[in-house]
Structures are given as C-alpha cells and as structure tokens.
C-alpha cells in the first residue's frame, strides 16, 4: 500500500459530496438571484473558499472520527464495512492526529477569507461546525454515541451548509436557501441512518448508542424512507409553490432511484448489499444537489 492510500481511506472520499452538495446549491442560489443581471448576487471567490472549507471541516471530521471510534473500541473485526486507519494500524492515532490539524488549518484559512468578506456570521458558523464537530464522537460523552448523530448532521450538513453557502455571496440569506436545505438536510441524513442501519449489532455490542441502536432495525428503516421520500415531496411542494425557484423540479427526475436503495435497506441485513445501498443513497444526494444547482441557476 502507498503511503498516500491510508490517508485516502481515513478521508473517506464517498462521504465528501455531503460537503460539497451545500456549496453547490447555495452558489446556484445566489446567481439566480441575480435577477435581470444573472449573477450579480454570485461570487466565484466565495463559492471557491467555501468548497475548500466545507470539504476541509468534512475530511477533518472523518479523521476525527476514526480516532475516537478506535480509541472507544467501536471499530471491532467484526464490524462490516470500509477499513478504519487507526484500528487497523495503518495510522496512529499521534499520526492522524497531526494530518486533523494541518486540514483544519486549511478550514480556517478558507474560514477567514469569507470571514473578511462576509462577516462575523461566517466566524460563528465555522466556530460552531468546529465544536460540533469534536463533540460528535470526542470528550466524555459524545452526542455522536447517544443517538444525536443525525441531529447535528441534518443541522449542520443541511441547515447551516446550505444557508451559509448562500449566505457568503452577499451576506443574505433568503427563504429559498432555508426551504432547500430542508431536502438537503434529509437526503445527507439518511446516509447516516444507512450507515448506522448496516453497523447496528456491532455499535450495540460496543455501547455505541447511535440512533439506529435506539430505534431498533425495522423503525429505523422506516426513518430512512421517511427521510429519502421527505425530501422528494419538500422538493416537489416547495417548487410547485413558487417557494423556491420552479426549475428545482428538475431534481423530481431523481426520484425512482430512491425505490431500489429503499428496498435494500427495507430487505437486507448483509453486509455487502447495505453498503451499496449506503453508496447509492450518497450518489442520490449528490445527484439531487446537482439537479438542484442546475434548477436554482434556470430559475
């Protein structure tokens, strides 16, 4: 193994579109809003420092979490999926600990740029993503192992990324941006009810109380339709009412993907057919904010 593939696999490439799906319906938004001159609301510098950050905090907080998953014992042998840097032995912990870092540090250099050109606002944003993110798995009692996850994901990765994405364009941020976000917000959830729905016998026998351990298999099952279809319907009322630009109907044509990813998580308690369905249901949400960026910039 290269030297550089650990690295690749502690940044956990598949789950990076959740950083990016925000930046770009947040940079569709603001040159919609434009008006009659297009574009007038989108800046390309704050669309560029907002990618890096949005991608740098995600990278850092995928590292994180590797660290405290290993150090708390909840990345067993047993458990299935993609390998764990640090409970493999690939990276130390001190190792890794440093790669968080120098990634955060890039995060904050992105974080002051749209700092200076947007304000306070994006200093209390990155501040809080910051804390967030430690608290998911770090410290005494992470909300991460008590079955918060999916809060601070669909605030954080939906509420908070979208809005800010649109926000650092011209320190506004209007309804359209919080109503998309909601969809947004669903979609990056139920990646992680996917993943918790797959690791649910081992983070049980870990004391990893994730939500999933709480609800039970066939109830969280029931959360992740909820979630995918939720976001379909948020989609198709908020358009059909002129709530947010009518061309994000385009992300509509998204929606018979989700009948296959929801009948393996309804069906299937396997390792192998759960993390493709844990990959299509990331390849939905990045299809979706795709479709959704496209539809923003039509109007």
Do not use: C
Not at 214 to 232: D, I, M, N, P, Q
């Amino acid at each position: 193994m290269s030297q550089a593939r650990p690295w690749w696999i502690a940044a956990r490439p598949h789950t990076l579109w959740a950083a990016v799906v925000p930046v770009l319906v947040g940079g569709g938004l603001a040159w919609e809003d434009g008006g009659s001159g297009a574009g007038r609301a989108f800046r390309a510098d704050a669309f560029g420092a907002a990618l890096i950050g949005a991608v740098a905090i995600q990278v850092a907080a995928n590292f994180v979490n590797d660290i405290f998953d290993a150090r708390k014992g909840a990345d067993t042998e047993e458990r299935i999926g993609p390998t764990r840097v640090v409970a493999s032995g690939l990276l130390s912990e001190r190792t890794v600990w440093i790669g968080t870092a120098l990634v955060v540090a890039v995060a904050v250099a992105a974080g002051a740029y749209l700092i200076a050109i947007a304000g306070w606002v994006v200093a209390a944003i990155g501040i809080t993503s910051l804390a967030a993110m430690l608290g998911y798995v770090g410290g005494p009692k992470p909300y991460g192992y008590f079955g918060l996850g999916e809060v601070f994901v669909f605030v954080f990765f939906g509420l908070v990324a979208t809005v800010g994405a649109r926000y650092v364009h011209n320190m506004t941020a209007p309804l359209d941006a919080w109503l998309l976000a909601i969809p947004i917000g669903f979609l990056v959830t139920a990646i992680l009810v996917a993943n918790n729905v797959r690791d649910i016998d081992t983070d049980r026998a870990t004391g990893k109380n994730t939500l999933a351990v709480y609800l039970g298999r066939e109830r969280t099952r029931a959360l992740f339709a909820g979630l995918v279809w939720g976001a379909f319907v948020a989609i198709l009322v908020f358009g059909v009412f002129d709530w947010t630009p009518r061309w994000t109907l385009l992300a509509m044509m998204a929606a018979p993907l989700t009948i296959p990813i929801v009948r393996t998580i309804h069906s299937q308690t396997q390792g192998p057919p759960l993390i493709r369905a844990l990959k299509g249901v990331a390849r939905l949400h990045l299809l979706v904010g795709v479709l959704l960026a496209i539809g923003a910039v039509l109007g």
